[in-house]
């Protein structure tokens, strides 16, 4: 996941992914024309990588996928904060779910996190891979079961 409080911080976490991840490219504060070419170099380490880029917010195109928003030919990702949620990522034919947030997380201040049982919850029995999201890391991911993935902004930048 990616947003405007990384900073060039952005470039070392690309070069942190494991080539086959991907990335969600937000910065939805960015400016279109800066947002844009933020994208367009975002993709070239991506492809270089070997990761796979999905937009969020819309207006920007030539990524792999999309992240909620209106379908395109490519990957479609789904923010799923409950069963609601998921359930309306079913219905749009979604790729995978990023449930979140599990754990407390900075993106959702003073929010707690609903748990690795809550966010399994969330998608259980839908048959679409679950992505944990919010407040992961590296060794919270080791511990949930029931995940296909997982996704952060902080552990990649610290």
Request: proline share 5%; no cysteine.
């Amino acid at each position: 996941m990616t947003d405007e409080r990384m900073g060039d911080a952005l470039w070392t976490a690309l070069g942190r992914l494991p080539p086959g991840s991907g990335v969600v490219f937000r910065h939805y504060a960015t400016p279109p024309t800066a947002r844009r070419a933020l994208l367009v170099r975002v993709k070239r380490v991506a492809q270089a990588r070997r990761l796979v880029v999905v937009v969020a917010g819309g207006g920007v195109g030539g990524a792999d996928g999309v992240h909620g928003g209106a379908r395109t030919k490519g990957l479609r990702a789904w923010p799923a904060h409950d069963r609601a949620e998921a359930l309306a990522g079913r219905r749009a034919g979604a790729d995978a779910l990023f449930v979140s947030p599990v754990y407390a997380t900075r993106s959702h201040a003073g929010e707690g996190g609903i748990g690795p049982l809550g966010a399994i919850r969330i998608g259980r029995g839908l048959g679409i891979p679950l992505i944990a999201l919010g407040g992961m890391t590296e060794r919270r991911w080791r511990r949930l079961r029931g995940f296909y993935g997982w996704a952060a902004i902080d552990a990649w930048v610290v």
